[in-house]
């Protein structure tokens, strides 16, 4: 299972702003050096503003957590339908089969309300002890700097005037030069994200955006577990599986792929009762599916000694016990999700992974810092930080007329354009240039967008994106011979599950009469005729098989004339 979520991003978009206006009054409180009463007003405000962030939240979870739960039983349902289907009995997945009857339909009512509100109750337990954290450390950052406590430490005086007035003459300048007060700013940048961030657990601050996108994802995904949960019990399914995707978390991995008892039932049978939820932890991707042993046999179990196993015992045991346990976590560490992915970046030449954050940025924070307290307030945070990064690229050659930061600026674009697509209910195709810029945006309707020949024409050498609102699957021939007639330099298409790339190959397009079409048609009707036989044999459902048509299409053509191409999962 997987949670579609564009709207997490929606709701991590107020934590994120509420963040920087956080940072941005503190940052100006030091500055200016306020007194108590101004710290004590802007504590008030901050209050204010995360109680509205809250009910923010609780309204945005009123619609989407029972969505997310319904999803978890239409799931569900798909999946007991798949297994009633693979066992030959026509029916033994439970006494009551798939289909709801009038009782199960109110008992499924009284059910969901009960799973949702449970959800609900956790995820607003997380959020007011991410308040009450926010407050406490908000509250101890002004304390110091209205009782002093900052002031002796960066030596400029004894009182919070003497800071204001201090900074405001210049006099931070000569503490940063000549006494060796990076350290003391190197404290006051930590104290603000401390200030500006939610503590974990283990000791780490996290940022408030990143705090909101793990509550929302951890919440909607705990909702669809609980809903797929409910029904397969209400089906008189006793077994579950944890999905497998090759994490390297070492507190998922011991987990994944087993299968584990709903109840006595389910013990019964020999397996063990779960002793954490799914999702295993916060940002945990993990959701859970039906294990019916007359269709699927028997399953795979967990070690009876992890059940009882902490966190920290879990992470001694992959890092000693687990074949290449040290290598999974230097992996782990470098930002890669799992081993394929690892392995993968590895062929490509790259160290680090999409969840690495460079070492680089702290330094930049406390530069950037610097200089709004240096400016005596005349700079913000952000123009601070802009002006450090701008100088930090052309000193490093990546600045923005390198060809290295170019194609990353246009990767990133391009990334930003495709979540805007998932999104929508009706086709749009972007233009984006070799330079990260948008140079055309055009609207269709669900089917197509209609481009001119000579918008067609203006492409030559640039990216074009769209979107599949309602297949949602890869590249049509249209679309193919629209970026050969018109040499694109790759051409993109995204869907709710799946994004699609194609690249022009570095000899060229081939040509769509003579070679490339002939291939295509070939390979259309091997994709037929095998589809056609697996959906007959039962081995596919005809959605899932057409969906994925084209895929397997444009594998076979990529395969037969080197056109590099690749399908990836949200």
């Known amino acids: 299972m997987a949670v579609v979520d564009p709207m997490v991003q929606v709701l991590a978009g107020y934590y994120q702003d509420l963040e920087n206006r956080l940072r941005q009054a503190l ?26 962030l809250n009910a923010t939240a609780n309204a945005w979870e009123a619609v989407n957590l029972p969505a997310a739960f319904e999803q978890g039983r239409r799931q569900a349902e798909a999946e007991l339908a798949k297994a ?12 009551g089969g798939v289909r709801f009857s009038q009782t199960e339909a109110r008992t499924w009512d009284r059910l969901q309300r009960e799973g949702v509100e449970a959800v609900a109750r956790e995820a607003a337990g997380q959020r007011s002890r991410f308040v009450g954290a926010i407050l406490r450390q908000t509250q101890d950052y002004l304390r110091g700097l209205t009782s002093g406590e900052l002031a002796r430490g960066l030596g400029l005086g004894d009182g919070p005037a003497d800071v204001g007035r201090a900074i405001r003459d210049g006099a931070i300048r000569d503490v940063l030069e000549q006494r060796g007060g990076r350290r003391a700013v190197d404290a006051l940048v930590s104290a603000i994200d401390r200030a500006c961030g939610v503590p974990y657990s283990d000791g780490s601050v996290h940022s408030l955006h990143a705090y909101g996108q793990m509550t929302a994802r951890t919440g909607m995904l705990s909702a669809l577990n609980e809903g797929a949960a409910r029904r397969y019990q209400a089906a008189g399914v006793a077994l579950y599986r944890v999905s497998s995707h090759g994490t390297l978390c070492y507190l998922c991995r011991p987990y994944e792929g087993k299968v584990f008892a709903f109840g006595e039932e389910g013990q019964a049978l020999g397996y063990p009762l779960m002793n954490r939820p799914v999702p295993l932890h916060p940002n945990c991707r993990h959701s859970i599916s039906a294990w019916v042993t007359e269709a699927f046999g028997e399953g795979p179990r967990v070690e009876p000694r992890v059940l009882q196993m902490s966190d920290r015992e879990l992470y001694a045991r992959m890092r000693d016990e687990e074949p290449d346990g040290e290598q999974l976590l230097a992996w782990s560490r470098k930002g890669w999700r799992n081993e394929r992915e690892a392995r993968a970046g590895a062929a490509r030449g790259q160290e680090y992974g999409p969840r690495w954050r460079a070492p680089g940025i702290e330094r930049r924070r406390i530069e950037a810092t610097k200089r709004v307290l240096e400016s005596g307030g005349k700079l913000s945070y952000s123009q601070a930080m802009g002006q450090v990064t701008g100088e930090r690229a052309k000193a490093e050659g990546t600045g923005i007329f390198s060809a290295d930061a170019r194609e990353r600026l246009r990767i990133r674009v391009i990334e930003q354009q495709e979540r805007e697509l998932r999104t929508l209910n009706h086709e749009r195709g972007v233009v984006v240039d070799a330079g990260g810029r948008v140079t055309l945006r055009k609207d269709g309707e669900v089917g197509h967008v209609p481009f001119t020949d000579v918008e067609a024409q203006a492409m030559r050498g640039q990216t074009l994106i769209h979107n599949h609102p309602t297949a949602g699957g890869s590249f049509t021939p249209k679309d193919v011979k629209l970026a050969v007639e018109n040499d694109l330099l790759e051409i993109r298409v995204v869907g709710s599950r799946y994004r699609h790339r194609m690249a022009r190959p570095e000899e060229g397009w081939p040509d769509w009469d003579d070679r490339l079409d002939p291939i295509r048609l070939a390979a259309d ?21 057409h969906s994925d048509h084209w895929h397997e299409v444009w ?5 037969s004339l080197g056109i590099p191409y690749e399908r990836a999962e949200w």
């Open 27 to 52: 940052l100006t409180a030091t500055v200016e050096g306020f007194e108590r009463r101004r710290c004590e007003a802007l504590l008030g405000q901050v209050e204010a503003e995360l109680r509205k």
């Open 84 to 95: 009633e289907r693979s066992d030959g009995s026509g029916g033994s997945v439970g006494s």
């Open 525 to 545: 009707g091997e994709v037929v005729a095998s589809a056609t036989v697996r959906v007959n044999l039962g081995e596919v459902d005809p959605e899932e098989a």
């Open 555 to 559: 594998t076979k053509v990529s395969e």
